[in-house]
């Protein structure tokens, strides 16, 4: 293992509280009709509830009411991403610590199907949410007769956009996550332009790019093979929305995933991948990639847009407001030409 490798595992912290996992995320919609007709209609995403502003979405594999909240509003953002954490102490934990840090934080009870939520903005600017109870939710795992879309599984992870790799990261593994996998301009050690960080053993709960942000730049949903990836495309050309592959299919180096990238009728990105790995041990060593290297992105398949690296969906801040937007100090593809 390389001297930034150690340093990512001898930087994970043991917080006084358990995140166990990204759990969903709030993105408001300008027309939840059409993103029904989507999430819905074409990925084949199960209803958990409904209302006349908000549609309540999870996976056929999921066990908890939902993974996706879809409401309506005037411009197309996110408004909250939410981790589940082990029990209602880790709440209180959490709480304590966002007063003492000055964090602008509030508790909430409008969500369908969850008990009381933590709503905070962090110190990197994320509205995040934490939560314990959840409404549990009957599996559909193995109702192959009735699976539509791809079908998508679950929800994954999110992926970030911020403009210091390197603090961003701090942040979060001193919250206790372990970094699996990053992307490093050479000669090393040089600057993270990428992280992967996770707290559930797979390869990420979170994802950090380096990028104009503070924005959200997608959120990963599981399928449970390539296949599934390609029936998706299928399905969405099929129905005259082609134009909603954004990217791929392909495989990237870093996470193994086979993916593909689309936008929906807002222009949130939304990846479906299969194919990561283990990573629970607690001496799993992080994987250094050099930025120089194309197969880190592309593994194979065509090179991204530049669109992939420049557009993201806004966040807002607890009283609903789009959050200032900072440019990053460098540019990915810019460093590697440099």
Known sequence: MDDRGAQLMAAVGRPPYDILRAAHAELR???LAASREFYVDHLGLIVAAETPDALYLRGWEERLHHSLVLREGPIAAAA?????VRGEEDLASLAGRCEDAGLDHRWVLDEAGQGRGLRVTDAAGFPLEFFHAMEPAESQLRAFDRHRGAPVLRFDHFNLHVTDVEAVAAHW?????RCTEYIETDPAPGRLTGAWLTRKPTVHDVGLTLGRGPRLHHLGFWVAEPIGVLRACDQLAAAGLVS???RGPGRHGVSNAFFVYLRDPDGH???LYSCDYYTGDP????LRWSLNDPRCRSFWGTRAPDEWYEESSLLLDLDGEPLELHDAPADERTEIMA
């Open 244 to 246: 909603a592959i954004e």
């Open 269 to 271: 990105r939304i990846e």
């Open 173 to 177: 593994l001193a919250r206790g996550f």
């Open 80 to 84: 909250h991403l939410a981790f589940r």
């Open 283 to 286: 001496d799993h060593p992080p």
């Open 29 to 31: 919609v300008r027309d």
